[in-house]
């Protein structure tokens, strides 16, 4: 994610939704809260994808609420097949 370096609002999450590219079910949910913006104004959020086995998958992130939008300028994957 980036925004503006050094910045921080409290409650600011990131939800991610693994599904899974065969069936479309929903594998797995998960929040976190975002942190203080680095210098370069970044922030990198890092998820845990367990019992997915060898199955493709597809993943979204999303910034829910709308100070998310605000405080976050944009949010990307580096990869965005896993």
């Given at each position: 994610?980036?925004?503006?370096?050094?910045s921080?609002?409290?409650k600011?999450?990131v939800?991610l939704?693994?599904?899974?590219?065969q069936?479309?079910k929903?594998?797995s949910?998960?929040?976190?809260?975002?942190?203080?913006?680095?210098?370069?104004?970044?922030?990198?959020?890092?998820?845990?994808l367990t019992?997915t086995?060898?199955e493709?998958?597809?993943?979204?992130?999303?910034l829910?609420g709308a100070?998310?939008?605000?405080?976050i300028?944009?949010?990307?994957?580096?990869?965005?097949?896993?």
């Amino acid at each position: 994610m980036k925004g503006v370096p050094g910045s921080y609002k409290p409650k600011v999450m990131v939800r991610l939704t693994t599904t899974s590219e065969q069936t479309g079910k929903v594998v797995s949910q998960q929040t976190k809260e975002v942190g203080v913006l680095s210098a370069e104004g970044e922030y990198h959020v890092g998820f845990w994808l367990t019992n997915t086995g060898c199955e493709p998958l597809h993943l979204t992130a999303r910034l829910p609420g709308a100070m998310s939008a605000k405080f976050i300028s944009r949010l990307s994957a580096e990869n965005e097949h896993v």
